[in-house]
């Protein structure tokens, strides 16, 4: 076992963990952050999306021990003061989740995409999401949610 | 159980006392996209896995006089935002913009991509047409293998348990050159069922005619390999619908693809065909416009 320090969602936290533990189960198991959703765990789903150091990956393919010293950020780390955030609100409004599974995971890719690019096209809003899938609601909510994030300029 | 070591060397020179004093019971891990997955999964069980992050000499782009030299751990995202990849190798741009998804290529490697070996990877047939060459070292010797000999089996190469990629060498393509991968896949961040590159190289003095032409294919043999007898067949000929049609058909006997739940044997081979012609055409369009190979 390692004593690793990590930094998520602004906080340090110190969790014990196997040296090649995987972010996702430490997070989950380690951490109690649940809001980061185990799925495929072969990198195709993206349900377990968060940033690293502003960058989308999928957690089930991230050494933990990679990330000391790096800036994580879960779904947790979206909400300002206890509220949903504006792209949390968007989501609602625009019908951008049904069972929500997918949703931590989209939430996620969806601000690396805004903060590199706050005016995506509708492609590059596609291209941005590729690596999230979505069974329930044909995407178009989401991106709607995300179109009309860029529209107002986050405001 | 014995829990999983994972150790964390600073410089290549330990790295690669440490592939040495472990062996086979070690593995490298570059951008672990999808080394961690087989892990998961059982697939592969290694006592030892030797990070290779830290070895910052092995990341990033750089110009040489005749191509560039990119190290193993630069992530496809880097390749993306490379402004000399772009310009010196824009085929390896088209095929890393394919690789997998946004978060796989936002950490995933060009060096992992190579070592994998995973039948349907993008960039090998890309590498292949433009004659890559990579230098392998270990503690006692460094040697330098075209990439054409690199591939030995799915999931294998020429790497020994002592050594690690050190660099991916690319020579520029000569002027007027002209180049395209394309992918054939049913979800964009599924592996290639077939993947093809195709480079063109025109004569200065008649339109239409080849002087070179290299076709690298992925997916559709346990390795990614050269159509080299539909390079042989087109080379130097008039690239008119027969012979374009004729390339393509010839590499799709070249290709000896395996049947899996994406895509039949049958169903690949057609592919390369359909593909190869296509981007012999792309190839020959983009020549074109970029004035070219006019008579």
Do not use: W
Not at chain 1, 131 to 153: E, S, V
Not at chain 2, 22 to 48: C, E, F, H, T
């Amino acid at each position: 076992m390692a004593k690793l320090k990590l930094q998520i969602n602004g906080e340090e936290t110190e969790v014990e963990a196997k040296e090649a533990a995987l972010l996702l189960d430490v997070l989950r198991e380690g951490l109690g952050l649940t809001g980061t959703k185990r799925g495929c765990e072969t990198s195709h789903c993206g349900a377990c999306t968060i940033l690293l150091d502003g960058m989308a990956v999928h957690s089930c393919v991230v050494l933990a021990a990679r990330c000391e010293g790096k800036e994580i950020t879960t779904v947790e780390g979206l909400s300002e003061g206890g509220d949903l955030n504006r792209l949390q609100r968007l989501f609602l409004k625009h019908g951008a989740l049904q069972c929500g599974y997918c949703t931590p995971g989209m939430l996620m890719a969806a601000t690396a995409l805004l903060r590199r690019n706050p005016r995506p096209s509708l492609e590059e809003t596609k291209i941005g999401l590729d690596g999230n899938l979505c069974r329930c609601t044909g995407y178009t909510g989401i991106f709607d949610a995300i179109q009309a994030y860029a529209q107002d300029g986050g405001k | 159980m014995i829990e999983r070591k994972l150790i964390r060397p600073d410089s290549m020179a330990e790295a690669l006392g440490q592939r040495e004093q472990y062996g086979k019971d070690a593995m490298p891990i570059a951008g672990g996209q999808s080394l961690l997955v087989l892990l998961r999964n059982k697939l592969i069980d290694p006592k030892v896995l030797i990070d290779l992050e830290r070895l910052g000499e092995l990341r990033g782009v750089q110009r040489q006089a005749d191509g560039m030299s990119v190290g193993p751990m630069t992530t496809i995202y880097d390749l993306l935002s490379s402004p000399e990849v772009r310009a010196a190798a824009p085929l390896l741009s088209q095929a890393a913009s394919k690789v997998g998804s946004t978060a796989i290529r936002n950490l995933g490697t060009i060096g992992g991509n190579l070592c994998h070996n995973e039948p349907g990877a993008d960039l090998p047939p890309a590498l292949l047409a433009l004659d890559a060459v990579v230098e392998l070292r270990s503690r006692k010797a460094t040697r330098k293998v075209p990439l054409r000999e690199f591939f030995r089996g799915y999931f294998e190469t020429v790497v020994t348990p002592d050594e690690l990629l050190y660099a991916i060498e690319i020579p520029t393509l000569p002027g007027g050159a002209s180049a395209v991968y394309l992918k054939h896949a049913i979800s964009a961040e599924d592996l290639a069922i077939a993947g093809v590159a195709v480079v063109l190289i025109p004569d200065e003095q008649h339109s239409r005619k080849a002087r070179e032409i290299r076709i690298g294919l992925g997916g559709v043999a346990s390795v990614p390999l050269r159509a080299s007898k539909a390079e042989s067949a087109v080379r130097g000929a008039v690239l008119n619908d027969v012979a374009i049609r004729e390339a393509g058909e010839i590499a799709a006997s070249e290709a000896d693809p395996m049947t899996d739940p994406h895509a039949s044997a049958e169903y690949r081979r057609k592919m390369v065909k359909v593909l190869v012609r296509r981007a012999i055409l792309g190839a020959i369009e983009q020549s074109e416009r970029n004035g070219h190979g006019k008579a």
